[in-house]
């Protein structure tokens, strides 16, 4: 009896340490973006998180998220509707904003790796890669992206198009 219980609790500690599938919190997880030309701020929410991410095998996660972009906030509601509108995002004929991995490099040390993956906005589908921090219970992705590349054009002039990527994956 002695030798079952200390095989299960051993079965129950390796389980926990090397197979342990993350949980991502919708809920406390954040996405916010910076048009860099402009400085102007803003988030977009209503968080959606499929797929699987194995702490012990980052390199093998596989998963997809969406924000809704009718809920793009850049603390200027006349901005907001602008922006949400059929010349820039047209969150009424495309929704959601969404990425999907293709590839994670270099997360054998489970700390700072990168990510490629498609990111479609406004129906347009690009490969970007997005630079990883994964902390106590979190994982910490930037990137830089142009809204040019997805045919939304804020500036004339495709550089001043340029936008920095915040998301904050939150996971139990």
């Not at 973006?33 to 194995?54: A, H, Q, R, Y």
């Not at 602008?82 to 004929?93: D, G, V």
Request: contains cysteine; aromatic residues 12%; proline residues 1%.
């Amino acid at each position: 009896m002695a030798k079952r219980l200390i095989f299960f609790i051993f079965v129950c500690i390796v389980s926990v340490s090397f197979g342990q599938t993350l949980q991502i919190n919708e809920a406390t997880s954040t996405v916010k973006f910076v048009f860099m030309d402009d400085e102007v701020e803003g988030s977009v929410s209503d968080f959606k998180f499929t797929g699987t991410i194995d702490a012990s095998q980052l390199s093998n996660a596989n998963f997809s998220g969406s924000v809704a972009m009718e809920t793009l906030d850049t603390d200027n509601w006349l901005r907001n509707r602008h922006l949400r509108a059929k010349k820039y995002f047209y969150n009424k004929q495309h929704p959601r904003l969404t990425f999907k991995t293709t590839k994670i490099r270099g997360a054998e040390s489970g700390k700072e790796f990168l990510i490629d993956g498609v990111l479609t906005i406004k129906g347009v589908s690009k490969t970007v890669t997005l630079n990883v921090n994964h902390s106590a219970n979190r994982f910490y992705i930037t990137g830089l992206i142009n809204t040019s590349d997805f045919d939304i054009n804020i500036h004339k002039e495709k550089e001043r198009n340029t936008v920095n990527l915040y998301i904050n994956l939150q996971y139990e």
